[in-house]
């Protein structure tokens, strides 16, 4: 997708003539939807797969929202957040209705500054820094995907549930990669589970060989990695080779997906992973969204795509519920609605802190027979919300 570039989703004329006879809608009314996302560097394919998913929860509601049609802005963020609220102001200053977005925790921050400032609702679905809906929460931000509290709550369940005793982390050097371990730590250490070493190789290493072998003389039966991208391909495709996997559970925080599986091929199987959606979830709704999805582009989505239409879906049918074009008015039933009917189960808004409360998902990587990829996930552990989310503070 080029930068800018509008899609727009739209009524048939008939159903337009219709509207317009009644004067239920202006003909030049639009609904805008401004997506700040990355669509180019190392975090593209996020963003596309983001841009996918939303679109498709357009599509599938029949491209309308308050009797007009929804139009997409397209913003490409770069990953950069200073450029993200130059494209978010941009698009605001373009009558944008609502923004979508971003990728990154960075851009998603300095974007909620702005949106706040403009009275514009912005739409998370997964930037998981605790900071988006803890001490930098915005009246106007939401988030509907995964925070990291929840990630590492998920993660030492997992641990607990394996009988895991002893852990080695493995942690990318970077300060948000830091407090996520702090974090992990004490949720762990909390179950019993002993932290028995940990490092922290520099962001873009490219040589694994003295960290794994400290790894694998260790006494630890389980290895926690915080690391994303192309440092968690490298990782465990080195790691791979001398069957770290085969000998120690390593698990991680979306360090493992069908995406991630095709960069690193037959050394994913056995890897352990939260997972923010998965296709494999059985209710009517997801099938009806994988079925469109695979129809669509020939894949089943990722778990990118999955939050994207979830949360733009139901933040959506609560816009066309208040039947108002008041962006307050939208706020306000958003921060206490519940969603029946998530790809993912039931989702409920929190009004203390715009965070969904959610089903949590792990699993493991298996090899994946036809019609689904080569390495697939199977889900192993489900977690009930109230395990994951402390309750709001009265």
Known sequence: MHKGLRTTCALSVAALAGLW?????????????GGVVAMSGAYGVIGEAMQRGA?????????TVLGAPIVFDWQDTETK??????????????????????VSSGSTLAVMKVAERRKVPLLVTLSASDEITGSQMSKYAFRTSNPVNMENQMMAEFASKEGLTKVYGVVADYAVGREMWDNLKAK??????????????????????IIIDKVGKSDADGVA??????????????????????????????IMDELMGSAVGDQSYGVNSTLRYHFSTENEANSAFVKAFHDKYGEFPNQFAGEAFDGLSWFLDVVEETGSWDADDWVTAFETSTYETSVEGVKTMRACDHQAAQMGVFGKAVKGEAPYPDVTMDVTYTFEPDLLFAPCAD
């Open 21 to 33: 006879a009644t004067g239920a809608v202006a003909q030049d009314k639009e609904f805008k939807i």
């Open 55 to 63: 679109e498709l929860a357009v599509e599938m509601r029949g491209g």
């Open 81 to 102: 957040p200073q450029v993200a609220v130059q494209k978010a102001t941009k698009l605001m200053a373009g009558g944008a209705n609502m923004l979508f977005g971003a």
């Open 188 to 209: 762990l250490e909390a179950k019993n589970i002993e932290i028995v070493a940990e490092d922290f190789p520099p962001l873009g290493n490219k040589d694994y060989a």
């Open 225 to 254: 990695m915080i690391m994303t991208g192309g440092d968690a391909i490298t990782f465990l495709k080195q790691s791979g080779q001398v069957s770290l996997k085969d000998e120690k559970a390593v698990f991680g925080t979306m």
